[in-house]
């Protein structure tokens, strides 16, 4: 297969992927009974701090305050920094992450394009809202990572990070992220990968997905959509499109 | 009597729920074949402890209480033409539901405080209009988006009042839906009857209406006129009487909207929403009630079946293999009645079923609603049917003793197809598949900025439909139904499927050619993928009808 040609179609015969299955244990104190009715807060007693992840891919933790913890993986940044997946990449962000690699000739170029012209469009009028991931499907070096960002003028926008580790780090947490194929072969199949970005807001465990060759509004307004409300503006041609037939409740009516 | 309906509940209550909805829990998001397997079992919860509940009807504003601020008729095509006779608003809100007295109060986004929401009761030419505000907090924890857009499935209404996906709103915005309620082209035989609401927020519609933003919208006109007592000749007396949540009536025509969902080991609601491929949930919901029984006379009822999805297809059959009358697909009821004893759903696809209780022995006292599709992941069913035995149960029916007067009748014509009477003048193919682990049409991602179809008003086109790879996909079209031509080169004339459809489930291979108008309306439309993870992620395309 050329690089990054379209990809083959799944196949629904695919070979099954017998990763360990970890089972969904609550964590302490959770089954205490059924009753109908609402449960006390009391009954939840683990924190992120207190449980490890469970093994297996893209497995990740539900913490009490409705938020999720992934493995706190280890990567380098463009200019060799050391970050933690969690500690300093999801916590507390609001963010857009893809995945690619610097020496794709095929859809990585555009996808790096098209969300540079939306952080184009949301950087003048809401400063930096949101980080930029892009994650390295192959292993690159800081120093090609750094390269590849002059050369496309992202390197030095606040925010912008691409991000490099071992290739099972990386697939780790492409699978957190749900870009998975069930099939062995595909799923690491570097030129078919994955080309959609994923939205997220740690602090409110929102989440979407759109494809990061999408039009700049498109992946604009997906990470509009994970925003709080009032953190955001109603971009006309993002989040509302300019004949948007909605009007504003007024606030009361007026005295007759 | 505990149902799911809950009326507001005061903030503390809110909050406190919130809080828990996703509770602490492991959970493995790695997704294999086997995944199923792997996702965090709900807790156990007692079968057939509650009964079948129902949603309001929803209530027109009185006459001495309009709508503020006045409806704006410029924002509307052809208003005065299809002027309203009645208005109704509809808060959307966080409420707290609990889906079974086992598991906890979940919070739910919903129409009015309850899910489903209130039944729209509409009826041809009276024209209404229904504006829906977004009373939603501004940072919501979890699943759902507090953006709203609010789509009638089968409706055919103007574009600004269809739910457009882009035409989304957030909190403190409301939109003015106005639905004429006019038979497409005129033409008496294109009435509908089981249509329903929900929302169509882009990038959020399947988290949105798993979180409880959907209800039913039916439809009626002189012959499907919603009385079994109706003294004219026209009427087709169909088992009539709509059940109210508030209100005892005769109940006789009962809407089911069945829905799969998950909960925590805390009991409340959850949703892997890193899953692109599907959502299922392993508790059988129908009316928001997990398993709940219905008590049922001897005589004939009327079934509105919907499968709300959000990626769970159904084979569903009377556990005693009973047949019954097939009358209507999706929103349309079929030319004849046509004796089944099983009925399969797609996601977002409807079927109204005649089941008569009085030719049961008067020795069988219980009857279920099953579900025989296997189905072990959001790519849609295996192919394999489960045995009746150990088919999973959605709903009892209890069957009253005695024989009871039944004046409903199920005529032998009920409403023949439309004429294909306009030219075709164009036709198009749409591939449904998958590239670099994105969900295309034709090979293109979605961009509701760029439109894939330019739609001549009063024309008629035919579409070729395919698919492949190892998904299935509900296609769904907006404002108007097709004529399914052939499918995978047969005829469909004489089944189910042989009427109009709005939805039509394709398997990995199939292909299907379609007729169909494009009138009355201009504007943006969609056509998608009705699992409605599949259509988060991008499975769509925008047409639009220019004049």
Redesign the interface.
């Known amino acids: 297969m050329s690089a ?1 040609a ?2 083959p ?6 070979t ?4 360990l ?7 302490a104190g ?2 205490g009974g ?6 006390s ?1 009391t ?5 992120a701090s207190s ?1 490890e ?2 093994e ?12 999720r913890s992934f493995k706190d993986h280890v990567l380098r940044d463009q200019d060799g920094n050391t970050l933690r997946f969690q500690s300093d990449l999801m916590k507390g962000h609001i963010f857009a992450a893809n995945f690619m690699y610097v020496h794709c000739k095929g ?1 990585c170029q555009n996808m790096t394009t098209q969300m540079s012209l939306a952080y184009d469009l949301l950087q003048p009028i809401m400063g930096n809202p949101a980080r930029f991931y892009s994650f390295s499907l192959a292993e690159d070096s800081p120093e090609d990572m750094k390269e590849y960002m002059i050369a496309r003028g992202i390197y030095g926008r606040p925010g912008w990070l691409m991000l490099t580790a071992p290739r099972e780090v990386v697939r780790d947490i492409r ?8 099939n062995e072969e595909i799923d690491q199949d570097l030129n ?5 970005a994923r939205f997220g807001n740690q602090k ?8 990061a ?3 700049p ?2 992946i604009a ?2 990470i509009l ?1 994970v925003m ?3 953190e955001r503006p ?1 971009l006309a ?1 993002i ?3 300019s ?8 606030t009361a ?1 007026p005295a007759t | 009597m ?1 149902t799911p309906i809950t009326p507001a509940v005061d903030r503390r ?1 809110f909050v ?19 995944r199923l ?4 079992s709900s ?2 919860t007692t079968p057939w402890v509650q009964p079948l509940p129902f949603a309001p009807y929803a209530t027109p504003l009185p006459s001495f209480e309009p709508l ?2 006045a409806v ?1 008729p410029a ?1 509307h095509q052809r208003y005065e033409e299809f002027a309203p006779q009645y208005f109704y608003e509809y808060p959307v809100f966080e409420t ?1 539901v ?1 889906p079974h ?5 979940s919070p739910r986004t919903t129409y009015c405080g309850c899910t489903p929401g209130p039944t729209l009761m509409m009826r041809y030419d009276r024209p209404a209009l229904v504006r829906i ?3 939603l907090p ?6 759902g ?3 709203i857009t609010t789509h009638v499935h089968n409706g055919h209404h103007p574009s ?2 269809d739910g457009y996906p ?11 839906h106005h639905y004429p309620n006019m038979l497409a082209g005129g033409d008496p035989l294109e009435s509908k009857s089981t249509l329903w609401y929900h929302d169509h927020c ?3 519609t399947s988290q949105n209406v798993y979180r409880g933003l959907t209800g039913f919208f039916l439809l009626f006109n002189n012959t499907d006129s919603g009385n079994e007592n109706d003294t004219n000749p026209d009427a087709f007396r169909l088992p009539s009487g709509v059940p109210d949540g508030k209100r005892v009536r005769a109940r006789y025509d009962i809407p089911l909207a069945l829905m799969d969902a998950r909960y ?4 409340f609601q959850i949703m892997d ?4 491929d599907g959502h299922l949930g392993d508790k059988y919901q129908v009316n928001g009630a997990i398993q709940p029984y219905f008590h049922v006379e001897r005589r004939k009822y009327r079934f509105r079946i919907l499968n709300v999805g959000p990626s769970r297809f159904y084979d569903l059959w009377l556990s005693n293999g009973m047949s019954f009358q097939h009358i209507a697909n999706d929103g349309n009821l079929l030319p004849a009645p046509i004796e089944v004893n099983h009925v399969k759903l797609g996601v977002a696809e409807r079927a109204d079923i005649i089941v008569d209780f009085s030719q049961l022995p008067v020795t069988t006292t219980e009857i279920y609603l099953v579900n025989r599709a296997e189905q072990t992941n959001g ?1 849609g069913p295996t192919g394999n049917t489960l045995p009746m035995g150990s088919s999973p149960k959605l709903l009892k029916l209890v069957i009253k003793p005695g024989a009871v007067l039944d004046n409903s009748r199920v005529p032998s014509i009920l409403k023949p197809k439309p004429a294909m009477d306009l030219p075709v003048v164009r036709e198009r193919n749409w591939h449904f ?6 969900w295309v049409v034709n ?1 293109q ?6 439109c894939d179809a330019q739609i001549t008003q009063g024309t008629a086109e035919i579409w070729n439909i395919s698919t ?4 299935a996909h509900p296609v769904h079209m907006h404002l108007e139904e097709y004529h399914i031509l052939s499918y995978n080169g047969k005829s469909v004339e004489g089944t189910g499927l042989g009427g109009r459809k709005d939805v039509f489930s394709l398997y ?1 291979g199939d292909e299907m050619r379609i007729y169909m108008k494009f009138r009355d309306w201009l504007g943006k439309y969609v056509m998608h993928c009705h699992n409605i993870v599949h259509e ?3 499975m769509m395309i925008r047409w639009d009808i220019v004049p």
């Open positions: 990054h379209p990809r179609e799944g196949d629904a015969s695919l099954r992927r017998h990763a299955r970890g089972l969904l244990l609550p964590a959770l089954i059924c009753a109908a009715g609402q449960k807060r009954d939840i007693t683990a924190s449980v992840i469970p297996g891919l893209g497995t990740f933790v539900m913490n009490p305050d409705g938020t859809i699978w957190g992220f749900g870009f998975f194929d069930p078919g990968h994955t080309g959609m409110t465990d929102k989440w979407s997905a759109c494809p060759l999408g039009s509004q498109v307004r997906g959509g709080p409300v009032n109603q041609g989040i509302r499109e004949d948007h037939p909605a009007r504003r409740i007024p009516k | 505990r209550t406190k729920g919130t809080a828990l909805t996703t509770g602490a829990f492991f959970i493995n998001s790695k997704f294999t074949t086997q397997a792997d996702e965090p807790p156990f503020f601020p704006d924002m707290t609990c007295p086992q598991l906890a109060y505000k977004n009373q501004s940072v919501m924890t979890g699943f988006s507090c953006d600004e009042s882009g035409y989304l709103y957030g909190p403190g915005y409301y939109n003015d882009m990038d959020f925590d080991p805390n009991g929403v890193m899953n692109m790519r598949g998958r590239s670099n682990g994105m090979g991602l979605v961009d509701l900025n760029r492949a790879g190892g998904w990995p988060d992620h991008a």
